[in-house]
Structure formats: C-alpha cells, structure tokens
C-alpha cells in the first residue's frame, strides 16, 4: 500500500482546507485509515479516524470542525477542516492498517495556520 498526501498549505484563521490522500497499492487489504498530525515540538497524534464499516472517531480538539471521508472510486481519503486554528498548525499524515497487519504511512503535508 502507497499512501500520497497533499493539500497543505497556509491558511487564516477560521478558513477551510481539504487534504487528500491517494492510496494506491493493495488497496483491497486496507481495514481502517486515519489522519495523524505532529505540531511542531509535539508528539504526533490522531485527528480522525475512520474505520471499514464507515465508523468515524475524532480527536476532542477537532470536533464540529473536520470531516474525514473515503471516495473509494477515486482510491482518495480526505479530511475536511474547517474553522482552523492556529493550534491546528502540523505536519498532517494519512495512514491505513490492512488486514494482514500492515501499517503504512503517507509523506505528510504541512499545514500552517496563520494571519
């Protein structure tokens, strides 16, 4: 599995963003996909998650805000973030688990929120 994100940039507070991960490879062996980010400094940690029967989970600090989704015809994970914050300002990567016990990681993509 080959995991390719984009769609960073920088953006004012309270504007929108969209980042997409293409996913390629054995795209059939992947049970749930989710989206990480690392603030600079900080650990990195989960944004949103979203699971192989269509079940979502969300870090408490993006609620109401982001949207994580699949186009599975287009082999594309997204996350919709609206109302940014500069506290959102992260490296952002996607990243899926398959159902033989895979873990992969796509590249990151930098988000900066600011005026």
């Known amino acids: 599995v080959q995991l390719q994100a984009s769609g960073g940039g920088l953006v004012q507070p309270g504007g929108s963003l969209r980042l997409s991960c293409a996913i390629s490879?054995?795209?059939?062996?992947?049970?749930?996909m989710a989206w990480y980010r690392q603030p600079p400094g900080r650990q990195r940690e989960l944004v949103a998650g979203l699971n192989s029967v269509g079940s979502t989970n969300y870090a408490d600090s993006v609620k109401g805000r982001f949207t994580i989704s699949r186009d599975y015809a287009k082999n594309t994970l997204y996350l919709q973030m609206n109302s940014l914050k500069p506290e959102d300002t992260a490296v952002y990567y996607c990243s899926a688990n398959t159902t033989v016990g895979g873990n992969y990681w796509g590249q990151g993509t930098l988000v900066t929120v600011s005026s």
């Open positions: 490879g054995r795209i059939w062996r992947i049970n749930d």
